[in-house]
T-cell receptor, first 113, second 111 residues
Framework: NAGVTQTPKFRILKIGQSMTLQCTQD?????MYWYRQDPGMGLKLIYY???????DKGEVPNGYNVSRSTTEDFPLRLELAAPSQTSVYFC????????????FGPGTRLTVL | DAKTTQPPSMDCAEGRAANLPCNHS???????VYWYRQIHSQGPQYIIH???NNETNEMASLIITEDRKSSTLILPHATLRDTAVYYC????????????FGTGTRLQVTL
């Protein structure tokens, strides 16, 4: 199993550009999550999904959108990139609601200039 | 979810036990204690979790005090590869598995 994979690994955007961060998991997990981590800080939850077709906001959802059309994929969309969105983005998945054991991807380092 | 307090940094000699403390004085009866670590810039890695009883797995041991207001993660024989930021997280099982990360403890293992 590859686990949780994320693409791209690095990206530089100009202010106002848009992009989609890809996340795929092959563990048949129902729950998926997007976090961002600013330098020297802990992770903050952006959005999460409890299954295909169901998504909900986390702690810092502004400026982002998500969709969940399949169990495997959970893309994160940035519509109008801003310097404040410069961060490392981590995708994670877990089997169900009862477990706090999440499996994380390697992250996408995004810089907005 | 209850708030946690951890020291910002700790040092440990290689081969020694690393004992990482965490205070969670406002924890409620149905909240679990989870530990994750993040090595360099990688994604966080699950280590262990517990409710009341002490727990042990191949990576570490978790000691929870009887009043559940604090816990200690023990790495029995720390190696250089254990150098990482360690996060103590308290989580209510009724939520959608959401985790709230603080700033953690940066453990430096030295020769």
């Amino acid at each position: 199993n590859a686990g949780v994979t994320q693409t791209p690994k690095f990206r530089i955007l100009k202010i106002g550009q848009s992009m989609t961060l890809q996340c795929t998991q092959d563990m048949n997990h129902n729950y998926m999550y997007w976090y961002r981590q600013d330098p020297g800080m802990g992770l903050k939850l952006i959005y999460y999904s409890v299954g295909a077709g169901i998504t909900d906001k986390g702690e810092v959802p502004n400026g982002y959108n998500v969709s969940r059309s399949t169990t495997e994929d959970f893309p994160l969309r940035l519509e109008l990139a801003a310097p404040s969105q410069t961060s490392v983005y981590f995708c994670a998945s877990s089997y169900g609601q009862g477990t706090g054991e999440q499996f994380f991807g390697p992250g996408t380092r995004l810089t907005v200039l | 979810d209850a708030k946690t307090t951890q020291p910002p940094s700790m040092d440990c000699a290689e081969g020694r036990a690393a004992n990482l403390p965490c205070n969670h004085s406002t924890i409620s009866g149905n909240e679990y204690v989870y530990w994750y670590r993040q090595i360099h810039s990688q994604g966080p890695q699950y280590i262990i979790h517990g409710l009341k009883n002490n727990e042990t797995n191949e990576m570490a041991s978790l000691i929870i005090t009887e009043d559940r207001k604090s816990s200690t993660l023990i790495l029995p024989h720390a190696t250089l590869r254990d150098t990482a930021v360690y996060y103590c997280i308290v989580r209510y099982t009724g939520t959608a598995s959401k985790l709230t990360f603080g700033t953690g403890t940066r453990l430096q293992v030295t020769l």
